[in-house]
Structure formats: structure tokens, C-alpha cells
């Protein structure tokens, strides 16, 4: 089956700086990629998806490409805030047939005011 | 509209007992999978129902049953719980199966402790 790799943590950041969450993935063919976040006490959220090789996807100012070359999903934020803090999961589909998926270990990120 | 609801909220059992968890799938959703979350790590998938059969199962042991209602409401067992049992467990639903784009929709998660 597929397979993903996300870079560990926790990740401390100043309110306002630059968010870079590492994801790589193992998979035959090109399947669609998925960040969900998860706040305390809660589920999983879904964050953003990309389907296809070089889409971008995006929410709440949060990005991710998918560069096939690289087989990465990473994501990134431009300015961080405080609600922002969470554990944030990269996710493929567990086999190219279906839609159950496999997630990374999750990168906790934690901003400080 | 309701999203997936899970229940119950939590649950604290011994070794050797039996655990029923519920979900209800998102409103026009047929598809639900289960995933265990243990503490710090990520989400491993347990199996997927579709049509009220077991359509895809992760690498769980026998231990780990299920059901889907005709209303699409599922619920997980697991049998002779083992302390390695404990965790976080999510209900996913999604509106197509075996749609590979489908976004899944989670639950906010059965806590169950095994004491």
C-alpha cells in the first residue's frame, strides 16, 4: 500500500512567522493528497486536498503543491497565528482503489503571542 | 446538517472485555470507515463498510469487528480488549465509495481507556 512520511515534531513558532510542515509519500500512480488538522479535544478537519500532479491546494491561508517530481505535499503558511496550534496530518489514499487513507505520524505545531 | 456523530464520548474498560462503539454518518453519506488514533501517533485505518459488507480492512486482527445498519450507521467491536487497545477511535464517513478524490469526513472520536 501507500505510504507517507511528515516531518516530526512539535514545531514552536512566533505568531506571524513562516510554516513549513514536511510531507513525502510512497505511492504507485498519482493519487490524491490530503492535510488534515486536528485541534485539541477534536477529530480530524479536513484542511486542503490536491488531485491531480501540480495542484495547489489551499484553506485558511494554508498552501500545499503537489509536485510529483519530489513525490511532496508540503505544506506552508505565510504568517502564523495562535489558533493555528494543532496537530496537522498528511494523508494519501491507503491503496490507488477507494478512498481509505493513510496518514502520517502528524507534526504538532504550537504558536506563541 | 449534522455531521458524523460518534458515541459514545468515552469509555474506560478492563482486559478480557468487549467494547461496542457507534457512528452515524454524515447526512447523504454511504460509506463509513473506522481508524484507530493511539496517543501521539496518526490514524491507522481498521476497515471500510459499504452496502452494510466489509469492503477494505487495514491490518487489524479478528479481534476488530463491524457492522453498517441499512440506515448507513455502523458500529465497531472489539473483543478481548488488550491494553494496546486503548485509544482514540475515529468514524469517517464519505458520500461515494471508492471515489479516490472523496474528502472523508471524521467524527470527533470514541476515547476509550482499558484499565
Known amino acids: 500500500g501507500n505510504s507517507v512520511t511528515q516531518m516530526e515534531g512539535p514545531v514552536t513558532l512566533s505568531e506571524e512567522a513562516f510554516l513549513t510542515i514536511n510531507c513525502t509519500y510512497t505511492?504507485?500512480?498519482?493519487?490524491?493528497l490530503f492535510w488534515y488538522v486536528q485541534y485539541p479535544g477534536e477529530g480530524l478537519q479536513l484542511l486542503l486536498k490536491?488531485?491531480?500532479?501540480?495542484d495547489k491546494g489551499s484553506n485558511k491561508g494554508f498552501e500545499a503543491t503537489y509536485r510529483k517530481e519530489t513525490t511532496s505535499f508540503h505544506l506552508e503558511k505565510g504568517s502564523v497565528q495562535v489558533s493555528d496550534s494543532a496537530v496537522y496530518f498528511c494523508?494519501?489514499?491507503?491503496?490507488?482503489?477507494?478512498?481509505?487513507?493513510?496518514f502520517g505520524g502528524g507534526t504538532r505545531l504550537m504558536v506563541k503571542p | 446538517d449534522a455531521g458524523v456523530t460518534q458515541s459514545p464520548t468515552h469509555l474506560i474498560k478492563t482486559r478480557g472485555q468487549q467494547v461496542t462503539l457507534r457512528c452515524s454518518p454524515k447526512?447523504?453519506?454511504?460509506?463509513v470507515s473506522w481508524y484507530q488514533q493511539a496517543l501521539g501517533q496518526g490514524p491507522q485505518f481498521i476497515f471500510q463498510?459499504?452496502?452494510?459488507?466489509?469492503?477494505q480492512r487495514g491490518n487489524f486482527p479478528d479481534r476488530f469487528s463491524g457492522h453498517q445498519f441499512p440506515n448507513y450507521s455502523s458500529e465497531l467491536n472489539v473483543n478481548a480488549l488488550l491494553l494496546g487497545d486503548s485509544a482514540l477511535y475515529l468514524c469517517?464517513?464519505?458520500?461515494?465509495?471508492?471515489?479516490?478524490?472523496?474528502?472523508?469526513?471524521f467524527g470527533p472520536g470514541t476515547r476509550l481507556t482499558v484499565l
Open positions: 494523508a494519501l489514499p491507503y491503496y490507488n482503489a477507494g478512498n481509505m487513507l493513510t
Open positions: 490536491a488531485t491531480k500532479a501540480d
Open positions: 463498510y459499504y452496502e452494510e459488507e466489509e469492503r
Open positions: 447526512s447523504g453519506h454511504d460509506t
Open positions: 505511492a504507485t500512480g498519482y493519487p490524491s
Open positions: 469517517a464517513s464519505s458520500p461515494e465509495f471508492g471515489a479516490r478524490t472523496d474528502t472523508q469526513y
